[in-house]
């Protein structure tokens, strides 16, 4: 299984930004796919995740600004950011993991991509 994020860049506060995450080597559909980020000195956090069924759960802190959503056909998940803070700076990361049963714990995943920084500023 293969992961790669693109899409990390400098943008102003109040701005958009969309990542992608393309897969390959699983069967994407029936996988659940996540976004994490970490910032400098702090733990990997949850922002979001989209299970194969459609649902899709969302951290508090990004509630309302941030979607995620999955293209089954070209096996790629993204992450439509809106209204970007300065603390939404971090390094984002994509992870899948083929159970159904995984949340917002990043220990449960199996596969990562190498992430992508993204950098809030004015």
């Known amino acids: 299984v293969q992961l790669v994020e693109s899409g990390g860049d400098l943008v102003q506060p109040g701005g958009s930004l969309r990542l992608s995450c393309a897969a390959s080597g699983l069967t994407f559909s029936s996988y659940t796919m996540a976004w994490f980020r970490q910032a400098p000195g702090k733990e990997r956090e949850f922002v979001g995740i989209?299970?194969?069924?459609?649902?899709?759960l969302y951290a508090d802190s990004v509630k309302g600004r941030f979607t995620i959503f999955r293209d089954n056909a070209k096996n790629t998940v993204f992450l439509q950011m809106n209204s970007v803070k300065p603390e939404d700076t971090a390094v984002y990361y994509c992870?899948?993991?083929?159970?159904?049963?995984?949340?917002?714990?990043?220990?449960?995943?199996?596969?990562w991509g190498q992430g992508t920084q993204v950098t809030v500023s004015s």
């Open positions: 989209s299970w194969s069924g459609g649902r899709t």
């Open positions: 992870a899948a993991e083929p159970s159904s049963y995984v949340g917002a714990n990043f220990r449960a995943y199996r596969y």
